[in-house]
């Protein structure tokens, strides 16, 4: 929550420039990323009012900004497509049938929300820090590539105005913030564009063709509950995509608070961020607009503009929403070929071309994993991305790491001392078992643990085997170095065990 009367005359007036640059910025996107799902516009607009506004109250992170996303975007296209293909069926066309499709979305938001807020309840934001490096290289830059591509099907049937449009919005995108940052250069190319195309008759695709903002002027979002929300059919139907949104939302938020963290030299709280994306995709479901997350790039632009605070975020969807309510008109006229070139920018400056460079620097599997990671999340899906990416990055670490190394010695003539390095975790047990001649040992057995660590318990079950096979022969053992944690578990095998003091304090995973 914010005060005003904390905020010092400096900080409001930054927080209120800085919200005001960032709501002519999310224009554009949120009306780009509604076209890519194939809906109104105005959903996607809502959509950066309703989340952008409860995330500022209840965010883990003042400044961050969401609203609409690609991420999420590219998620619905395939919802909207099956839900598509089921009303069809049932006889629905036209309007009706749109209508339908977007009873779908509204409950993947609630479901998505519902989900999000779970996590943070768990307390699950933390594992973000699983996460490895090319696996967020991967998917960020399968993200652009995917925002890229979504971009083609605005081309169709369209002359050489639309490429024209399209370029010199690149452009004006890439040279204005060389000369002036006073003013964002996307809005800069909307209103040049959208003023040369009006004033010269040049016939091009306009926001207008696509859907007639002009009918929700003054307009803001209602009350609404789903009609899908009561079918069961619809529910099974959308709970897939809902986890895929949640996961893909809270993977993109939790990244974004983690690029502010390193920015701002304070840390936010990622818990606290995904219960607010829960219940503002939640409210998004019940007011009539698509689920999204937070947004890299205006977070990004509203930190570099001064927005500090959480006021910042709250007047930037605020004059969102003032300026959709007020000028659908004029944003009716607006071509779109200057969106298609925004995206085409928000594409390239998404994608971490650095990585080209680290590619060459990382070990095989790394490069592996981030390369997989692209190629997945192109093709198939982003949350299923990055956790395989998670995955293999797991296995190749345990991989590394399944090897235990033993260095053995008498201690006179009836005793033997095992001197153990190296973690013992389910993939290094057998590689432990290999390491001792039960047979062969003296009758005194003493195994040392103190370079060693047990990691899970797998490697507590292991010395419990193990332990017993010596007692079978009736010879003594005696563990040294091993954590209280491991005695616990150890005492309930009837062997002949003997542990020694000075014992480390780590604990064990278990699974039990």
């Known amino acids: 929550m914010f005060t005003i009367k904390n905020y010092t005359k400096d900080a409001l007036k930054n927080d209120i420039l800085s919200g005001l640059v960032v709501a002519v910025a999310l224009v554009p996107e949120a009306i780009a990323f509604s076209f890519i799902v194939g809906i109104n516009p105005i959903i996607g607009l809502y959509t950066a009012f309703i989340l952008g506004l409860v995330t500022a109250i209840l965010g883990g992170k003042p ?82 590539i995917v925002i890229a591509l979504a971009q083609l099907k605005f081309f169709h049937n369209q002359g050489w105005s639309m490429y024209i449009i399209v370029a010199i919005t690149m452009l004006i995108m890439v040279y204005l913030p060389r000369y002036t940052k006073a003013v964002p250069a996307g809005l800069v190319a909307i209103v040049v564009l959208t003023i040369l195309v009006y004033t010269t008759g040049i016939h091009t695709l306009l926001i207008g063709n696509l859907a007639n903002l002009s009918e929700f002027k003054g307009q803001l979002p209602s009350f609404h509950i789903p009609n899908t929300i009561f079918s069961w059919e619809a529910i099974k139907m959308v709970a897939p995509y809902a986890l895929i949104v949640a996961l893909v939302g809270l993977i993109e938020s939790l990244l974004t608070l983690a690029v502010l963290d390193e920015m701002s030299g304070s840390r936010g709280s990622g818990n606290k961020e995904c219960i607010a994306q829960g219940v503002g995709n939640v409210t998004c479901g019940f007011f009539g607009a698509m689920p999204g997350c937070a947004m890299i790039g205006q977070s990004i632009i509203n930190f570099t503009s001064g927005g500090l605070g959480r006021l910042s975020s709250a007047v930037a969807s605020i004059g969102l929403m003032v300026l959709v309510a007020s000028l659908t008109d004029l944003l009716n006229t607006i071509p779109v070929g200057v969106l298609v070139g925004i995206m085409f920018m928000v594409s390239i400056g998404t994608f971490e071309w650095s990585s080209f460079g680290h590619l060459k620097k990382m070990p095989i599997e790394d490069a592996f994993i981030m390369v997989a990671v692209t190629v997945i999340t192109i093709f198939f899906d982003l949350a299923v991305a990055v956790i395989i990416g998670v995955i293999i990055s797991a296995l190749v670490f345990a991989w590394k790491h399944a090897k235990i190394y033993t260095h053995s010695k008498m201690l006179g003539k009836n005793a033997k001392l095992y001197e153990l390095s190296g973690p013992l975790f389910f993939g290094s047990v057998q590689s432990f078992y290999d390491s001792f001649d039960i047979e062969n040992d003296p009758n005194v057995v003493v195994i040392d643990f103190k370079n060693a ?58 699974d039990y």
């Open 63 to 144: 400044g961050m900004i969401s609203g609409a996303t690609g991420s999420v975007a590219v998620v619905l296209v395939g919802l909207a497509l099956e839900a598509s293909a089921v009303l069809k069926e049932s006889g629905l066309s036209g309007d009706a049938l749109a209508i339908g499709v977007l009873q779908y979305i509204f409950l993947t938001a609630i479901l998505a929300g519902a989900i999000q807020i779970l996590f943070g309840v768990f307390r699950f934001g933390k594992f973000i820090r699983l996460v490895p490096l090319p696996a967020i290289y991967g998917f960020v830059n399968g993200l652009a």
């Open 453 to 510: 660590r047990v990691l899970d318990s797998s490697g507590v079950e292991a010395i419990e085997k193990l332990t017993q096979k010596y007692a079978n022969l009736g010879k003594k053992l005696t563990l040294r170095h091993l954590s209280d944690d491991c005695k616990v578990v150890l005492n309930r095998a009837k062997a002949n065990i003997t542990h020694e003091e000075n014992d480390p304090e780590y604990k064990v995973a278990r």
